[in-house]
Structures are given as C-alpha cells and as structure tokens.
C-alpha cells in the first residue's frame, strides 16, 4: 500500500482544515487507518483511527470533539477534519495504514505510512 497525504497548510487558531490520504491498490478496505503527527523536538503521536468500515473510530483526547476521521472505501480514502484548531496541533501529519488492527493507537503496529503533510496554526 502507497499513501499519499495531503491538505495541510498554514491556518489561524479556530480555523479548519481537511487532510486526506489516498491509498494505493485494492485492497485498502481491509486496513485500519490512522493519522499520527509529530511536533518539532517531540515524537510522533497518535492522532485518530478508524477501522475497516468505517464503523468504529478512535482519538486522543487532545484531539475528541475536534477532529473527525472517516473514510470512503470506494476511494481508498481517509480523512481528518480538523476543526477549532489550536497553535498547539502544529505539526507534521502522517497518515498509516494497519493490515490487523490489534493496537491502533501504537506507532509500530502501522506497517505503512505516507510522507506527511504540515499543519501550521498561528495564534
């Protein structure tokens, strides 16, 4: 699987913004999908997840009622919405991929990943 995210950009504190990951190949219903980010000096950080259908999703607590993932098999799509964004959520944002789904909120359970795409939020 190849993923390639993007939407990233440069916004003011309260802002919106819509990243995306589009997945390679066909079988892109069969992975969970989740969005790490990772700040300048810190590590990378589980962001959301969102399971095979789309049924069940997962966030940080820095993020719930803020952010939304979803996805759209049919495009091998995923998405994060990000709303009322704050200067603390800039960083680099990466989408992954996890083939089995055991610990979705671990960084080395994804087995692939996108090349990023940077969210900026002046204040």
């Known amino acids: 699987v190849q993923l390639q995210a993007c939407g990233g950009g440069l916004v003011q504190a309260g802002g919106s913004l819509r990243l995306s990951c589009a997945a390679s190949?066909?079988?892109?219903?069969?992975?969970?999908m989740g969005w790490f980010r990772q700040a300048p000096g810190k590590e990378r950080e589980f962001v959301a997840a969102?399971?095979?259908?789309?049924?069940?999703?997962y966030y940080a607590d820095s993020v719930k009622g803020r952010f939304t993932i979803s996805r759209d098999n049919a495009k091998n799509t995923v998405y994060l919405q990000m709303n009322s964004l704050i200067p603390e959520d800039t960083a680099v944002y990466y989408c992954a991929a996890d083939l089995y789904g055991s610990y979705i909120y671990e960084i080395h359970e994804y087995e692939y990943w996108g090349q990023g795409t940077q969210v900026t939020v002046s204040s």
């Open positions: 190949g066909r079988t892109f219903s069969r992975y969970v």
């Open positions: 969102i399971n095979f259908s789309g049924s069940s999703t």
